[in-house]
């Protein structure tokens, strides 16, 4: 069965903090990604990752980077959290390729408080 | 500008009552809409449609795309409590070479109840 680990449902952070937040997936998937999800804006891509090392920028990377250093993992990191990146974190894999391979398989997401 | 727009964006009804959800697309080169379903935590898989008038059912789920109007609907009928989650539609975008990304509306709550 499918499966895409986020290490915690839920996070408090203050202000300024270094925040990590990490994704495993066990599906051998080339394609990783990174949104947040906020109430009237739906899912808005941060950041995605095709290749172990490789990253590219989605629609509002600022204020993020990432880390793959493996294939199954896929770290998110916020440097110095600031209270408007309270929000809900999903990860989700997929297959490199067409057709069939789109379909992205989501893990049950971080809820971040930035206090 | 929007790409995939849903609509409505909340709907609320009586269990029993049929349900029907909106998904219009922007995109060049279209390839297929997915539809998904997320109740309190992971987006679940419900349909991929790549053709024309061709149904994808599941249960009292059921889903089809019109290329011409650029649009699909995800219809459910005699609704539960147990359907109450937000749908979300997306349809994948090259990011290079044959590789894709997906780009989601921004989801539909729907509220089923008793």
């Known amino acids: 069965d499918v499966k895409v680990t986020q290490s915690s449902r839920y996070l408090v952070k203050r202000t300024g903090e270094k925040v990590f937040l990490e994704c495993v997936q066990d599906m051998d998937h080339e394609n990783m990604f990174w949104y947040r999800q906020d109430p009237g804006l739906g899912l808005r891509l941060i950041y995605f990752?095709?290749?172990?090392?490789m990253k590219e920028k989605g629609d509002i990377p600022e204020g993020y980077s990432v880390s793959r250093e493996k294939k199954e993992r896929f770290s998110l990191i916020l440097e110095s959290a600031s209270t408007n990146q309270t929000s809900m974190y999903l990860c989700a894999s997929s297959l490199w390729g067409g057709g069939t391979k789109n379909i992205q398989y989501f893990g049950a997401g971080t809820r971040l408080s930035v206090l | 500008e929007d790409k995939v727009v849903q609509s409505p964006l909340s709907l609320v009804v009586h269990e029993g009552d049929t349900v029907t959800l909106n998904c219009s697309y922007e995109v060049t080169n279209f390839r297929s809409l997915l539809w998904y379903k997320q109740e309190k935590k992971a987006p679940t898989f419900l349909f991929m449609l790549?053709?024309?008038?061709i149904e994808k059912k599941s249960g009292r789920l059921s889903s089809i795309l019109d290329k011409k109007e650029l649009s699909s609907i995800l219809n459910i009928t005699a609704t539960q409590t147990g359907d109450s989650a937000i749908y979300l539609c997306?349809?994948?975008?090259?990011?290079?070479?044959?590789?894709?990304?997906?780009?989601f509306g921004k989801g539909t709550l729907l509220t089923v109840n008793p």
């Open positions: 790549t053709s024309s008038g």
């Open positions: 990752s095709y290749d172990v090392k």
């Open positions: 997306a349809t994948p975008e090259g990011s290079g070479g044959s590789n894709y990304k997906l780009t």
